[in-house]
């Protein structure tokens, strides 16, 4: 069977407001139908055409496909005239295809190693074990249950530049490339490597994906792997790793990581990290539920209630990003529970309820040593969003090359 690809001049001209795009229409041989959502920008070479369209081969299955366009150059026409597929292609050929053309390779400072092994890893571990690993052009990213708001969701973001001294990467996918791991075998085998460093036996530590036999029957597995050379040896830590995704899983991956960088319009500073986490700690085992409200004042407001008790720690007038408004001026010989009811009438307080366990389990982030931490509630998103700051060593500047936050689903009242 054959699918021909064609270039023909039967759809009228692009409109103007459309000259961005190309219109593709699939035609079967028993009818002919319009995709509506199938567009490409048109900055996207040919092989980023031919790979979509095969992609589209896939779902279709038609006997006959056509894409009908006119907005390519002669040159690029004939081109397309000349494509043939001699069978039709299955998702098994792509995913090989992607898996042969994706490489990344790159090699860690001995800074990146500290404050990975030091300080962050320790930390991610707390919050679970599974993991997917995002690769950018840009970027190494952790993230924790972003595909389901199950439980606590993590981010934790890293430029290129704070971890890495050589950083390479390619896809068919925008250079992106994504896949999950087990974190403490990840651990363990930057844990190796870092040992034979702070030995002195070796020069650097090198990370790569590649594709091994485990056994001499089986088939090639995928593993993220970490070199580290010195003198005459080499020591090797290969960590499992799950097939890439595929390029719909990335853009659905993608997406979920820009709803989860969504932040609150209210951000409220945490006045001392270690004494809240000592304040979860004493508490966690007289409830179950947390409830945090939170003001534009400055206000923090958390309390753990069980049917003969309330336990709770508030705070005033603490730093605020996003919206600020100043307090009432009656409302400053209020105590604190009717100061939050006065605000919370006034529409200038939000309040949720959550699983305690998912609040403290958030806090272990404190295992990363961040300079600063705070709170807000989004009450579309439904969740507690907890974001740490990490500052330039030295100053009290925003390092913006690193970033972690914590995403906690609120309980319906």
Known sequence: MFFILTSQSHSPPPQ???????????HFGSGTSLIDDLFVDRG???????????????????????????????????????????????????????ERRMKFKASLTNHGIQILEKRFLQALDKIGKTWHIYLTPDHFIFLHNLLSFDGIQSVAQ???????????????????IAFTL?????????RGSASVCAAGRANGVHVRLAKKQTNSNGPNMPFLTFETQGGNSTVIHDVPISSPL????????QSA?????????????????????????????????????????GDLLIEVATTLAVAGAAYCNLGVLGV?????????????????????????????????KHFAKSLQCCLSEPDSAFLGIAPQAGCLTVIFQFFIPGTHQTDKSISLHCRLPVLET
Request: net charge neutral.
């Open 44 to 98: 996207h070479d040919l092989k980023s055409l031919e790979y979509l369209v095969g992609m589209r081969c896939v779902l279709f299955r038609a006997p006959l496909i056509s894409l009908i366009h006119n907005d390519l150059d002669p040159q690029d026409a004939d081109t397309w005239r000349s494509m043939r597929i001699s069978k039709r292609p299955s998702s098994a050929h792509f995913c090989r295809t992607s």
């Open 324 to 356: 600020h408004v100043d307090a009432p001026a009656e409302s400053q010989a209020m105590k604190v529970r009717a100061r939050m009811e006065l605000a919370l009438e006034r529409g200038e307080a939000l309040s949720a309820e959550l699983k305690l």
């Open 16 to 26: 103007p407001q459309d000259l961005s795009l190309l219109l593709m229409r699939v």
């Open 158 to 176: 890293f430029a290129k530049q704070a971890l890495f001294s050589d950083y390479r990467i390619a896809s068919q996918t925008g250079n992106r």
């Open 257 to 297: 990581l820009e709803n989860a960088q969504e932040i609150p319009a209210t951000l409220v500073q945490v006045p001392n990290l270690a004494k809240m986490q000592n304040f979860v700690e004493r508490h966690k085992n007289i409830g179950d539920i947390l409830k945090v409200s939170v003001t534009q004042y």
């Open 182 to 190: 087990d974190l403490p075998l990840f651990y363990s085998a930057l």
């Open 246 to 253: 595929s390029p719909g899983d990335i853009m659905e991956l």
